[in-house]
């Protein structure tokens, strides 16, 4: 027998030309390559999608962690008038500062609530026993990093520079 396509001799029940590789007939063949091919196909548009997701996730994580108002909460310490000034932000919006004295057996303690806007602003309202009321103290934040924040009153010149109690 002869191949169809290519004129070769093959063998008389084959159903493939052993030279050119094509079908000699009218027998049904199976494609087993076209379903491996779709599952390539939709495993590879899995990986992408999924690779995508993640990449979006990361860079949302590192943007979020970034923003000022999530850079400040933490507990942060300054040296004053010999004695320590500690101011805790938490981040449900509340803050507590605590100032010690040597010597002094009691801590001077203010608390209230902390906002930033536009990540240069920091107010911190607090309740004042002496006036009956609340009061806002509105700073402008000069630096935020892991370790330092500067930030000065609105109303004064000097910078306060805190460290990260460690």
Same mark, same amino acid.
């Given at each position: ?8 001799e093959?063998?008389?029940d ?6 050119c ?19 390539? %196909?939709?495993? =590879?548009?899995?990986v $992408? ?5 993640i @990449? ?5 994580? &590192? ?12 507990e942060?310490q300054?040296?004053?008038r ?18 010690k004295?040597?010597?002094d057996?009691?801590?001077y303690?203010?608390n ?8 240069? %602003?920091?107010? =911190?309202?607090?309740? $004042? ?5 609340y @009061?806002s103290?509105?700073?402008?934040? &000069? ?15 000097r ?8």
């Amino acid at each position: 027998m002869y191949c169809k396509h290519c004129g070769k001799e093959i063998a008389g029940d084959s159903k493939f030309c052993n030279h050119c590789g094509k079908s000699q007939g009218n027998e049904e063949t199976t494609n087993i390559i076209e379903p491996a091919k779709r599952f390539y %196909t939709s495993n =590879k548009k899995l990986v $992408s999608y999924t690779l995508f997701f993640i @990449l979006c996730a990361i860079v949302v994580y &590192i943007w979020y962690s970034n923003l000022p108002s999530n850079k400040i909460v933490g507990e942060w310490q300054r040296e004053v008038r010999g004695g320590t000034d500690i101011e805790i932000f938490k981040s449900d919006g509340t803050w507590e500062s605590i100032t010690k004295f040597p010597g002094d057996h009691r801590d001077y303690r203010t608390n209230g609530t902390w906002e930033m806007f536009k990540g240069k %602003t920091l107010v =911190k309202t607090f309740w $004042s026993n002496d006036e009956g009321r609340y @009061l806002s103290d509105t700073y402008e934040v &000069i630096n935020i990093s892991s370790d330092e924040l500067v930030f000065k009153h609105k109303n004064e010149n000097r910078e306060r520079h805190f460290q990260r109690k460690q």
